[in-house]
């Protein structure tokens, strides 16, 4: 009867015994479900731990809390991402029951779990749709400014550095006019890619504007933001970009860098002041670097 009723249901059913006093369990039954969905025979499976659905991408900290609950004889459900005998990451929406004898000993656990991968898809894409730019795929605006709220609480409560730099793009109407907008996007990518390979694992790398990026910079020193990022547009202005139609682009770009004054400042200010640093770098003819530091308020360093 069991079987007539579990064995052919919809959601994938898995029965294991539970070792006394040990973090450890062995799978004695499986529905067809199971099988279908994990690729496992039921000759393969049985007598196996339910770790042998685990990954490299299976969260350890689910797992510990999955079996804590089953040893405190607590019903628990979570999402974990398993595999299938062929490696394919799958992700189970479990709801797992300790089952106990007639003594009332826990010596089994039932997990009766539905395959949720492609809602985990929809709900990632999502994510990435509210949190980046559409067409660099870098964090956009808003995911910016919360980042920027978080590293400033670092400052205020470490004391740690942090730099900002804007960065536009000099001239960019006229790749537009000159090569169509779909180039214009073209190269505004490349640039994005240009930024990643630069700076991805010192900072965030945001698109703020139609050509203007921002760039910021934890526990980096103003001197250490500065060199890097002359080094950066020295690097663009060298190369040119060849776009996918074999069309050669010459680009310059102008940045504009300030640090958090952390007595003074808000995220408003320190924007606001990196961009007009920005701003000061494109009056003064393009291709340089305009840097204003908590240390020469008075005046800014130009860097040609």
């Known amino acids: 009867m069991f079987d007539q009723i579990v064995g ?22 499986v529905n067809h479900a199971f099988t279908r969905l994990f690729g496992y025979a039921e000759s393969e499976i049985i007598g196996q731990s339910p770790r042998i659905l685990n990954g490299p991408a299976t969260s350890e900290l689910t ?10 004889g607590e019903q628990v459900r979570r999402r974990i991402l398993n595999y299938t005998k062929n490696g ?9 029951v300790p089952l106990a004898n007639a003594s009332g000993e826990f010596t089994h656990f039932a997990a009766i779990e539905r395959d949720v991968t492609e809602q985990v898809r929809r709900e990632e894409e999502l994510t990435i749709l509210a949190t980046t730019d559409s067409l660099t795929r870098l964090i956009n605006r808003r995911t910016f400014d919360r980042l920027l709220q978080q590293e400033i609480a670092r400052v205020v409560e470490f ?30 990518v490349i640039f994005a890619n240009l930024l990643r390979a630069s700076f991805d694992s ?11 990026f921002s760039v910021l910079m934890p526990d980096t020193a103003l001197q250490t933001a500065q060199c890097a990022l002359d080094q950066f547009r020295k690097q663009i202005k060298r190369e040119s970009l060849v776009l996918k139609d074999g069309t050669t682009v ?35 003819g393009r291709d340089q670097i305009v840097v204003v530091g908590s240390q020469n308020d008075a005046g800014s360093l130009q860097v040609a």
């Open 8 to 29: 052919y249901a919809n959601d994938v059913v898995m029965v294991a015994e539970i070792f006394p006093g040990q973090r450890r369990y062995r799978i004695t039954y």
């Open 63 to 72: 797992v510990t809390e999955i079996s804590e609950a089953i040893h405190n």
């Open 88 to 96: 394919q990451g799958v992700w189970i929406e479990a709801n797992i």
């Open 159 to 188: 004391g740690v550095v942090l730099s900002l730099a804007t960065i536009d793009l000099d001239h960019f109407k006229k790749i537009n006019d000159q090569y169509g907008h779909g180039s214009g996007d073209e190269v505004l």
């Open 202 to 212: 010192s900072g965030y790398i945001a698109r703020v504007g139609g050509e203007e």
């Open 250 to 284: 010459e680009i310059n770009c102008s940045v504009g860098l300030t640090d958090f004054r952390p007595y003074n400042d808000s995220a408003s200010s320190f924007c606001k002041r990196a961009d007009a640093a920005l701003y000061e770098a494109k009056r003064n």
